[in-house]
């Protein structure tokens, strides 16, 4: 080759790898830096940041929005959060759902939309996750955006040989220091999980949180799952609602777990032992992260079809039933809302004098009928002051 010709290919690779770089670089900060537009029901009464609770996460990519709802009725106060981990959609689906359609009777509701928002910037390596989804609404689709299970390297790095849970001292996987879910009830020093799980805990103990409700997805090949994992605090309010629940309202059974009291770091186990709140975690099942899937893509996401999982139930391999019709994104957010929905007016029940009503929240049948899209609204024909955007 002519050393024109030599000359001529390295510009040529070289033009080439600059224009990868730059398409990667846009896909990579767009997803990084999209914010979705949250509807505020006219229940939402204040709006404040976690780090009003915590001030070192102000301008971290965690500091989330914190959306409460006070009837002004004396009662208890309810919390639920989502997106612990951003890789199982319907938990900040129902979260957001709620923020958007809730009116509270009595008491007061807290919610989270994403718990662990720098886990929503980044994407699984090497599992060819999609960077974003789409709900259908009668007004156009609405766009979200899909994550992992741990935190963004970006934020929180480098991960230690082996993560010791403080303040247990438990011995957990490396990269669970970056896990939501693994790092409860967190410290005020430590990484930016770790401060974002403190923050939380400031949270439930300055607003006095009754009964706190963390909203998961888990593949079907996990054990733990259709169920609601409850601290022993909880064990009373968690059996009796997933006994209604599975008698009157879902087709396929949601059961009820204690939490290990040996394993630390989890939500349902921390926020029990470390406040005065009634802790519980839900699991619905998403074919999504299951290793046996087939084609990682956002159509799987939504409609939980996968024949390759199929075939897996077929020889015993699950711990939940997968058929034809899948685990679509309706089902799971409508066993999310209504589960929301029995734990409150259980505890309701066994604690009056601590009541909570909530109400205009769709119910599973309601769902089912219209779909998750029916219950978003349009961000462009509302007045701005009741847009929020995170």
Known sequence: MSDKCLRNAKIISLVFTVVVILIAGKSFYEHRFFKGAVVLSSGVTEVKKLSDYFAPLKGTMNDCNIYIFDSKVPGGTAMVVGGSHPEEPAANLAAQVMVENAQLEQGRLIVAIWLNKSASTVSRPGDAYPQFYYIPTAWGKKKFRLGDRWANPLDSWPDPEVYVHYPSGQMLAYMDIRNMNRVWPGRANGTIVEQTCYAFMELIRAEGVNVFMDLHEAELEYPVISTIVANQNAQEVAAMA?????????????????????????????VG????????????????????????????????????????????????????????????????????????????????????????????????????GYYFYNPTTVSSDRVVYE
């Open 273 to 372: 032992d470390h406040s005065e709140a009634l802790s519980v975690l839900f699991e619905s099942p998403e074919p999504f992260i299951d290793r046996v899937r087939g084609v990682t893509d956002e159509h799987l996401l939504l409609t939980g079809k996968d024949p390759f999982v199929m075939k897996a139930g077929e020889h015993g391999l699950l711990y939940e039933k997968i058929d034809e019709r899948g685990w679509p994104i309706e089902v799971r957010v409508g066993r999310h809302c209504s589960t929301i929905l029995q734990v409150v007016q259980t505890y309701s029940e066994m604690y009056p004098d601590k009541a909570i009503a909530i109400s205009q929240v769709p119910r599973y049948a309601d769902l089912i009928t219209n779909g998750v």
């Open 242 to 270: 997933s006994m209604i629940l599975t008698a009157f309202e879902f087709e396929r059974p949601i059961g009820m777990e204690f939490s290990p009291p040996s394993l630390h770091g989890l939500s349902h186990r921390e």
